[in-house]
């Protein structure tokens, strides 16, 4: 691992790490999940009009906790995916950085990157094409 971009990447990853841990302890808790699923306005949704393209990931993440894979991946497949990435990328960067095996390619972990934005574009066009199908056909 000899590239800054791996490097930068694993330091967030590990500041991330720290977050999610308290995330978890703090979802488990009946405050965590009200506060977790209280419907909110989207600001996104609220300017622009459309759809969110994130809307969906914190239902995919308490189901994710929840232990239901099938139902997080229906609500928002880039959660799952980064979810699995990131396990990947950080256990191959400890690996690598503390006892020397194998290594993370800055390509393999930028094209992760861009693939996971490309299930979000895809899953948000598929979301955004049946609302709007949705409407039209009742209004």
Request: glycine share 8%.
């Amino acid at each position: 691992m000899n590239t800054k971009t791996v490097d930068i990447f694993y330091s967030i990853g590990k500041v991330l790490l720290l977050v999610i841990i308290a995330a978890l302890m703090f979802v488990r808790t009946d405050l965590g999940r009200w506060f977790l699923l209280k419907r909110s306005d989207c600001f996104f949704e609220s300017v622009t009009g459309l759809y969110c393209p994130g809307c969906g990931a914190t239902r995919a993440a308490v189901a994710l906790l929840d232990g239901n894979v099938l139902r997080s991946f229906m609500y928002h497949p880039a959660i799952l995916y980064f979810c699995v990435c990131f396990s990947v990328f950080m256990v191959k960067c400890f690996l690598h950085r503390h006892f020397n095996i194998g290594n993370v390619a800055e390509k393999r972990l930028m094209l992760a990157i861009y693939t996971g934005i490309g299930i979000t574009i895809v899953q948000w066009l598929i979301k955004l094409t049946l609302l709007i199908g949705f409407k039209i056909r009742y209004l």
